[in-house]
């Protein structure tokens, strides 16, 4: 067979038969006349300008590009690793910086690794004595004002709590902390999902990880604290709200969805429209069953607080290193090792200031790839 | 109801039913194909101002359509290619086959069906817009935004693969003949 023996009038017929399976929905129109209703004119102006979006994108893309380089420019890592998310609207009717205290805001993550090597533990109030210090007391009051704001809307929220701290304990202390630190999950209601132990050299360390409720993690988090000298810690709270709500409704669509096709299974005469319509009951029951697993998943992150402790008993006094000796070195000796060194710190040199140009160029392709997306969609918007 | 909600409509009730099917043959799933067509449509609207007249008005339309679905497809995640898609509509009367006479039908639509969702989408589209949606291959040429040769290289290949389909071919001799 070849193609000359199938003319345009029988591949008309077929096609025709094949489309005229498809009746068109009773109610399409008045859809489609109800969403241009809706639509209107607002949203038509919102990309009627693509030149103006891309010029928009240009300029943040500048902006954040200027900014690093005055970040890199200056030398300067931050001040302090704190960062917080500027959607939170409890702050800012406040007069509060965004700066929250960690583990209460959702969004939040804060990380002081190092930085509280020095400071004494089990302080009276962590949420707020775990910032940097410095701060002023109106700043303080602020943000104990908009944690009781947070709070009020707490009970509706689902808020995930995840944290890390390392702990340093004297020497054979360091399986006596572990035992401590699963008494005061088990204390405040919680588990302890996972427990590792190991020794390297003569400095054994231990890992556990403490579920605790959400209502406690706050004060599990101080207790632990006060178990030894903080190294290390880290602790974040992220809103997973609207994450939850969506799920859920998906959930009750797609059993809206199953419902549906069971009356229509109900209705089948033949073989084909049974198989076909249980073919989608399964397909949206499946589907039913892997949301109430996510849901599961995240109802359970929001319910308890992961809280990772890591012990390490604390190392032997590093005994001071020996002076170098003096060695009498000849000119030739000297000239040489001027000129390692001076190749050394030009290799150093160029390394540091590869990174100021990498950044650079990482900035300039999301900008290019960012106008590259706008031209795209200002000119599909076109037809 | 104002002017353009009249103009909306009239273009409705002129091409909807022909786009929807069209939509249909190119993405194998109704309800995908109504929202790609609900969207092609408000696009149509939305830049009413836009539209060509005269003869380009049927290519610009079907290349909205043409784009719609793709994007429907792309959202998706993949053309569906299932052939079993239970009837969802009631079908428009015709003058009352038969019983065997729809029994034929039905098993041309499916065997069609289930050809067509086997062909890459470059091939079904170009087809579908020719064979069903009645296109010139210069106005497919629009639609699709490719040239005029390509879309005739296409047709070709997909007027081919058809052909050589093992399921049709007892169609293509039967209907060849009764033409004949």
Not at chain 1, 177 to 193: N, P
Not at chain 2, 122 to 135: D, I, K, Q, T
């Amino acid at each position: 067979m070849n193609d000359n023996q199938v003319s345009d009038e029988t591949l008309e017929s077929w096609f025709a038969a094949a489309a005229s399976e498809y009746g068109v929905p009773a109610d399409a129109f008045e859809k489609v006349l109800s969403a241009a209703g809706e639509s209107a004119k607002p949203r038509a102006a919102r990309f009627q300008h693509p030149r103006l979006v891309a010029a928009a994108v240009l300029i943040i893309v500048a902006a954040g590009g200027a900014t690093a380089w005055n970040g890199v420019g200056h030398g300067g890592t931050p001040a302090t690793a704190t960062s917080a998310s500027s959607s939170s609207s409890a702050g800012a009717a406040h007069g509060a910086p965004t700066v929250r205290s960690p583990g209460r805001t959702p969004g939040s993550t804060t990380d002081f690794s190092n930085d509280v090597a020095a400071a004494p533990a089990a302080p009276p109030a962590p949420a707020v004595s775990a910032l940097p210090t410095g701060r002023s007391a109106s700043f303080t009051d602020a943000m104990q004002g908009s944690a009781k704001n947070l709070g009020a809307t707490a009970d509706s929220a689902k808020i995930v709590h995840t944290g890390s701290l390392g702990l340093t304990v004297a020497k054979g202390q360091v399986s006596p902390v572990l035992t401590r630190l699963t008494s005061l999950a088990t204390g405040v209601g919680g588990y302890v999902s996972s427990s590792t132990t190991a020794e390297s050299g003569s400095r054994p360390t231990g890992t556990v990880v403490l579920r605790v409720p959400a209502g406690t993690y706050d004060t599990a988090l101080t207790q632990a604290r006060a178990l030894g000298t903080v190294n290390s810690t880290s602790s974040s709270a992220k809103d997973v709200t609207g994450s939850y709500t969506d799920l859920q409704a998906r959930e009750t669509a797609l059993k809206k969805t199953r419902d549906h096709y069971l009356t229509l299974l109900a209705k089948a005469t033949t073989i084909g429209e049974t198989l076909s319509v249980q073919q989608r009951v399964d397909d949206a029951q499946t589907q039913i069953d892997q949301l109430q697993g996510q849901l599961n998943v995240l109802g359970d992150q929001a319910s308890y607080g992961t809280l990772s402790v890591t012990v390490t008993q604390k190392a032997p006094a590093v005994v001071a290193a020996k002076t170098k000796p003096v060695h009498h070195q000849s000119g030739m000796s000297k000239a040489w090792h001027r000129a390692v060194d001076g190749f050394v710190t030009g290799v150093e040199a160029l390394v540091a200031r590869s990174g100021r140009a990498v950044l650079v160029l990482i900035v300039l392709v999301v900008g290019l790839g960012l106008l590259r997306v706008a031209w795209k969609v200002g000119r599909r918007r076109l037809v | 109801m104002d002017e353009l909600t009249e103009s909306l409509e009239q273009w409705l009730e002129a091409w909807y039913a022909t786009a929807y099917r069209t939509a249909c043959l190119v993405l194998r799933d109704p309800i995908a194909a109504e929202d790609a067509v609900q969207e092609a449509f408000l696009r149509v609207w939305r830049f009413r101002d836009s539209i060509p007249v005269g003869d380009g008005r049927k290519a610009w339309l079907y290349r909205v359509v043409v784009n719609a679905c793709m994007s429907r497809g792309r959202v998706d995640g993949r053309i569906r290619s299932r052939t079993t898609d239970f009837e969802l509509g009631p079908e428009p009367a015709s003058p009352a086959p038969q019983p065997d006479e729809l029994a034929e039908q039905s098993e041309l639509s499916t065997l069609v069906g289930q050809a067509l969702a086997d062909l890459p989408e470059n091939l079904r589209v170009p087809l579908v817009l020719r064979f069903y949606a009645g296109l010139s291959e210069r106005e497919i040429a629009t639609a699709i935004q490719r040239r005029p040769g390509t879309v005739k290289s296409r047709l070709h290949a997909g007027r081919r693969r058809l052909a050589l389909d093992p399921r049709l071919a007892g169609w293509v001799s039967q209907l060849e003949g009764a033409a004949q």
